[in-house]
């Protein structure tokens, strides 16, 4: 199992998919990794938007109200993992733990992650899924924040106030 996290959400319009992004907390070459987008719903979107923020409504929502029934079961999550994939369609599972023990429920992987980011629980996903799911995503090179503010000062030294003059 490797260890992920949300590298970020692309929300779209209600009858578009939106994108969930998720990155392995691995270590990779430099400025190189690899991501997993995850195809959802408008819903879904919103949900994990507002757990990614921890927002919490005045009235309990769907997944506030299912983590609210876990805690009064005296459960918690203990993890998600994603589990496989069949064409685009991923699979999940929502690992709860309740008095030492380990009860896995079948999930999706939306669902199970906006679920386990409100309880800042762990998620992961199988290695053979991420070889299988995921594409490589290359950083840009991080400029060296010394040599940035050099240029920059060379810049503003070349500045003069006729600079600003509309032609």
């Given at each position: 199992?490797?260890?992920?996290?949300?590298?970020?959400?692309?929300?779209?319009e209600p009858t578009q998919?939106?994108?969930?992004?998720?990155?392995?907390?691995?270590?990779?070459?430099?400025?190189?990794?690899?991501?997993?987008?995850?195809?959802?719903?408008?819903?879904?979107?919103?949900?994990?938007?507002?757990?990614?923020?921890?927002?919490?409504?005045?009235?309990?929502?769907?997944?506030?109200?299912?983590?609210?029934?876990?805690?009064?079961?005296?459960?918690?999550?203990?993890?998600?993992?994603?589990?496989?994939?069949?064409?685009?369609?991923?699979?999940?599972?929502?690992?709860?733990?309740?008095?030492?023990?380990?009860?896995?429920?079948?999930?999706?992987?939306?669902?199970?992650?906006?679920?386990?980011?409100?309880?800042?629980?762990?998620?992961?996903?199988?290695?053979?899924?991420?070889?299988?799911?995921?594409?490589?995503?290359?950083?840009?090179?991080?400029?060296?924040?010394?040599?940035?503010?050099?240029?920059?000062?060379?810049?503003?030294?070349?500045?003069?106030?006729?600079?600003?003059?509309?032609?």
């Amino acid at each position: 199992m490797i260890p992920m996290h949300v590298l970020t959400l692309i929300v779209t319009e209600p009858t578009q998919p939106s994108i969930l992004v998720l990155m392995p907390d691995e270590n990779s070459p430099e400025g190189i990794s690899r991501v997993v987008p995850i195809w959802i719903g408008s819903t879904e979107a919103a949900q994990l938007g507002f757990a990614l923020r921890h927002v919490r409504l005045p009235r309990p929502l769907t997944h506030d109200l299912f983590l609210d029934a876990i805690t009064s079961l005296d459960a918690s999550i203990d993890h998600v993992v994603i589990t496989e994939t069949k064409g685009s369609t991923f699979f999940a599972q929502l690992v709860l733990r309740q008095a030492g023990r380990l009860i896995p429920l079948d999930a999706r992987p939306s669902d199970a992650i906006a679920l386990a980011l409100r309880q800042d629980a762990p998620f992961y996903i199988d290695e053979g899924v991420l070889e299988r799911s995921s594409f490589p995503y290359i950083f840009k090179e991080k400029k060296d924040d010394e040599a940035s503010l050099a240029e920059f000062k060379e810049f503003l030294e070349t500045l003069s106030p006729e600079d600003f003059l509309k032609e």
